[in-house]
C-alpha cells in the first residue's frame, strides 16, 4: 500500500453533464478521495468529451484532487491548459504520439504530479522506463472510450506485475486502475495492489451515491486487508 493508502476516484464520465455540480457535491460528502476526469479528442479513442473549460468549471465546486485522463493523441499539446485548468495529476496514454520525458518536465514546470496509463494490450513493460519518475501508473480495466464496460481478463495479472516491480524498486507510485470497477473487481484489483480506484458506472450508476462509495470502500478495504496477509 502507498502511503496516502487507498483511495476512491469517482469518474465524473457517469455523471449528469447537466447536473456536474452536485454530482461532484454529492460524491465529496460521501467521501470520495478525487475525482477522475476522462478526456477524449474523437481520435485517440472513438468518442468525444470535454477539454479544459469542463476541468475549471469542476475545480470551482472541490478542493479535491482532479485526476485528469488524457485519452487524446498529443498530450503535450493541452497539459499547460489541463494544469491551468486545475487539473492535479495529468494521466497521459504510453500509447500517445508523445515523449514521457518531456511530459515529466513539463509536468514539474507545471506544479502538477503525472501519471501514464496502459490501454489492455500494451505489455506493462513499457512503462518501467519510466517508473521512479511517474506518481500513477494507471492500468485499464477496459478499452477506453466509454464507462459501463466489463472489466477484462489481463488486467489483474498486469496490476500484479505493476506492483511486484514498484516493490522491488521500493517505489511509493500510485498504482491505479480504470474501467469495469464493481465492488468484485474492486476486491480483486486490491489484492493485486491497486492502490488508487476510479469508479464510473459503480458510483453514479444504480443506487445512491453514498451507499455505493461505502460498499466500494469496504471492497478495496478487505482486498488490501488480504494482499499483506
Ligand atoms: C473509460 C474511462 C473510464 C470510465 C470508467 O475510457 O477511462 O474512466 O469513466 O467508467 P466505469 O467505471 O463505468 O468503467
Ligand atoms: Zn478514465
Same mark, same amino acid.
Given at each position: 500500500m502507498t502511503k496516502r493508502g487507498l483511495r476512491l476516484a469517482p469518474s465524473l464520465?457517469? @455523471?449528469?453533464f447537466a447536473a456536474l455540480g452536485a454530482a461532484v457535491r454529492e460524491a465529496e460528502v460521501a467521501g470520495a478521495d478525487a475525482f477522475h476526469l476522462d478526456v477524449m479528442d474523437?481520435?485517440? #479513442?472513438p468518442n468525444i468529451t470535454f477539454g479544459p473549460s469542463l476541468v475549471a468549471a469542476v475545480r470551482r465546486h472541490t478542493r479535491l484532487p482532479l485526476d485528469v485522463h488524457l485519452m487524446i493523441e498529443d498530450p503535450e499539446r493541452y497539459f499547460e491548459a489541463f494544469a491551468r485548468a486545475g487539473g492535479s495529476t495529468l494521466v497521459f496514454h #504510453?500509447? @500517445?504520439? @508523445?515523449?514521457p520525458r518531456r511530459l515529466l518536465e513539463l509536468g514539474r514546470a507545471l506544479g502538477v504530479t503525472v501519471g501514464a496509463a496502459i490501454r489492455p494490450e500494451t505489455p506493462v513493460d513499457r512503462v518501467w522506463p519510466w517508473l521512479d519518475r511517474l506518481d500513477q501508473v494507471m492500468v485499464m480495466g477496459v478499452n477506453p472510450g466509454f464507462s459501463g464496460q466489463k472489466f477484462l481478463p489481463g488486467t489483474l495479472p498486469k496490476l500484479h506485475a505493476v506492483r511486484e516491480r514498484l516493490s522491488e524498486h521500493g517505489l511509493s507510485t500510485d498504482l491505479s486502475i480504470d474501467g469495469g470497477i464493481t465492488t468484485e473487481t474492486a476486491l480483486e484489483s486490491a489484492r493485486a495492489g491497486a492502490t488508487f480506484f476510479v469508479c464510473g458506472n459503480s458510483v453514479y450508476g444504480q443506487g445512491t451515491v453514498a451507499e455505493n462509495l461505502a460498499a466500494l470502500r469496504a471492497a478495496v478495504q478487505r482486498g488490501a486487508q488480504d494482499a499483506v496477509r
Open positions: 464520465l457517469s @455523471a449528469d474523437g481520435h485517440f #479513442v #504510453v500509447e @500517445a504520439r @508523445a515523449d
